[in-house]
Structure formats: C-alpha cells, structure tokens
C-alpha cells in the first residue's frame, strides 16, 4: 500500500501562485508515475499533470501548460505541484495519485492511490 497526503493548498487571489506538495509513505518503491487531478465543484476529476517516477518525463493538460509545474524529490518520496498564473477557472479540489505500474497519465481510472485532496480558490 501507498498512502498519499497533499498540503499547500489554500485562497490565493488571480495571477498568484501556490505549491501543492504530496508526500507519499508505505511501499513507495513500487511507485511508476504520479499524477495530480483536480475537481471542481459539479464536475469530473480532470487530469492536471503527471510526472514518471523513474524518469522524471512530465505529462500537462493544455489548460495548464506553461504556468504549472510538476516535479519529484525521491529522496523524501514527494512531487510537487507549483501554480503560477493562477485563475479562477483553476479552483478546484486538487488530488495526488500514485499509479505501481506505467498508465497513460490521464487515464484516471488507472492510478492505484489518491490522497485526501486540497482546496485551491483563485479569486477574481
């Protein structure tokens, strides 16, 4: 088992920035990619971005390509998500996922874990 916890969240105002940061702990050496979704309210968990473990190869939805970034540290098993540009269309519960085999990085249904989520609230 993975067990994922994300943090950094929180009410930010448009055009700012935020880091999301998910820690993961258990068998984390069986770890292939992890992902971050996101949900706003009344509707579907869409894909945000995705970074492979091992390679460190980084997957973007088009809706957040050149203002978000995912990155690893493996020595303390966490990746982060750092938001730039922030718009209100970007508020959303945001969740980390951890997937123990290769998956195509938008396919939700493929990720094994997920974290508890984080709000973001991007004020206009």
């Known amino acids: 088992q993975v067990q994922l916890v994300e943090s950094g969240g929180g009410l930010v105002q448009a055009g700012g920035s935020l880091r999301l940061s998910c820690a993961a702990s258990?068998?984390?050496?069986?770890?292939?990619?992890m992902g971050w979704f996101r949900q706003a309210p009344g509707k579907e968990r869409d894909f945000v971005t995705a970074?492979?473990?091992?390679?460190?190869?980084?997957y973007y939805a088009d809706s957040v390509k050149g203002r978000f970034t995912i990155s690893r540290d493996n020595a303390k098993n966490t990746v982060y998500l750092q938001m730039n540009s922030l718009k209100p269309e970007d508020t959303a519960v945001y969740y980390c996922?951890?997937?123990?085999?290769?998956?195509?990085?938008?396919?939700?249904?493929?990720?094994?874990?997920w974290g508890q989520g984080t709000q973001v609230t991007v004020s206009s």
């Open positions: 996922a951890a997937a123990n085999s290769w998956v195509v990085p938008a396919r939700l249904g493929q990720y094994d874990y």
């Open positions: 970074i492979s473990w091992s390679t460190g190869n980084t």
């Open positions: 258990g068998r984390t050496f069986s770890i292939y990619v």
